[in-house]
């Protein structure tokens, strides 16, 4: 399985754009990049997956890299209600378990 | 649209009781999987199954444990003879029907809080 590389932590103050890097360097070509969170123990959320184009929903932005080696996930509008842990997770294909490393904890500062 | 509905929300058994875990997958999910979550660590997978079959239980561990996904109702998580070690969230998700190269996000629910005392 691809291996994924967070930051542990990482701070945003309220209604500014949050920005979570991922590596995944290993990532394989038929692998996508899944973002998930899960805020204080509840069952983690979907957020945004991606092959290789930028997708974009209501939650976030998913931004990849020409080479697939490393992504980001953006937040446009942090809320404090964005406060949680943030999994970057490669996968998908033929690969149905989603590994959960340690992921970001983010926190949205008032 | 309902979402992943899992019961108990929170479990107590003492050692050596069984606990039964069940999850009721997202309207017109065919597949379920489990994870389980110890204390201060990240999720793991257990177990993914769809509708009368087992399609890969290598995250489970060999005795006490054992899943279902009967024709009709919820899937089952059961646990033998608990012990203190068995006490996590336990976690399932179900996604839609897959086809081989796709993508199918994992939706999870609540989890169940099984504490053994």
């Known amino acids: 399985d691809a291996k994924t590389t967070q930051p542990t932590s990482m701070d945003c ?8 890097p991922c590596n995944h360097s290993t990532i394989s070509g038929n692998e996508y990049v899944y973002w998930y969170r899960q805020i204080h123990s509840q069952g983690p959320q979907y957020i945004i997956h991606g092959l290789k184009n930028n997708e974009t929903n209501e939650m976030a932005s ?23 842990v943030y999994y970057c997770i490669v996968g998908g294909g033929s690969n149905y378990k989603l590994t959960f490393g340690k992921g970001t904890l983010l926190t949205v500062n008032p | 649209n309902a979402g992943v509905m899992q019961n108990p929300r929170h479990l107590v058994r003492r050692r050596g009781q069984e606990a039964r875990l069940r999850c009721s997958p997202m309207k017109g999910h065919s597949h379920v999987y489990w994870y389980r979550q110890l204390p201060e660590e ?5 177990v993914y199954l769809q ?14 444990f054992s899943a279902e996904f009967p024709k009709e109702g919820p899937s089952i998580l059961r646990i033998q003879q608990v012990v203190r070690g068995d006490s996590a969230a336990y976690f399932c998700a179900s996604s839609a029907r897959r086809t081989s190269g796709s993508s199918y996000e994992q939706y999870f629910g609540p989890g169940t809080r099984l504490t053994v005392t």
């Open chain 2, 42 to 46: 990240g999720l793991k997978f257990m």
């Open chain 1, 62 to 84: 998913l931004i990849i890299t020409e080479d697939r080696k490393s992504s980001t996930l953006i937040l446009p509008h942090a809320t404090l209600r964005d406060t949680a």
């Open chain 1, 13 to 20: 103050a309220e209604g500014r754009a949050a920005n979570l």
């Open chain 2, 51 to 64: 509708k009368e079959n087992i399609i890969d239980e290598s995250g489970m561990p060999k005795e006490r």
